[in-house]
């Protein structure tokens, strides 16, 4: 028996494996796993996001992308140098989350876009897109049905109480 990697592509640093190891050559057997079934809380809750909530979420978003460009990019062609490394690898999949949800983290920052094209460049294109291909889906994910929002209901709210 080979490796085994039991991942969900929706989760970031799962995506960030998947791609390591298929560029890196490791074999592997993928054992896709659905960590929370595409049920996001405020959807499963039945609660829309507050518009405070979405701005001040976005608002955080900006400065970090900010601080992704000014302290960690800076004029480099890869977050630590000349060539990809691991750091690419997580901060581009962390930044596609956004990108799933519809907000377009790349828009308007010449130097965080060009910075993706490389980071999808050296991973290769068919690649990035099947590691990505998941979570670029998730918006159009149905809420949970009341069967299964029931049962998981008290689990929800133990976690964000």
Request: one cysteine or more.
């Amino acid at each position: 028996m080979g490796l085994e990697l039991y991942l969900d592509l929706l989760s970031q640093p799962c995506r960030a494996v998947y791609i390591f190891a298929k560029k890196n050559g490791i074999p592997f057997e993928l054992r896709p796993v659905e960590l929370i079934r595409g049920v996001m809380f405020p959807v499963f809750m039945g609660e829309p996001v507050s518009p405070q909530m979405l701005a001040a979420t976005l608002a955080e978003l900006d400065v970090t992308l900010q601080l992704l460009e000014d302290k960690f990019l800076q004029n480099k062609a890869f977050l630590t140098g000349p060539h990809i490394s691991l750091a690419d690898l997580v901060a581009i999949t962390e930044l596609m989350h956004p990108v799933g949800a519809g907000c377009q983290v790349f828009e308007g920052r010449p130097k965080l876009a060009a910075w993706r094209q490389r980071v999808e460049a050296a991973v290769g294109k068919d690649l990035f897109r099947e590691a990505h291909e998941v979570i670029l889906k998730a918006k159009d994910f149905p809420p949970a049905d009341p069967t299964t929002k029931q049962k998981l209901m008290p689990r929800v709210l133990a976690m964000i109480q």
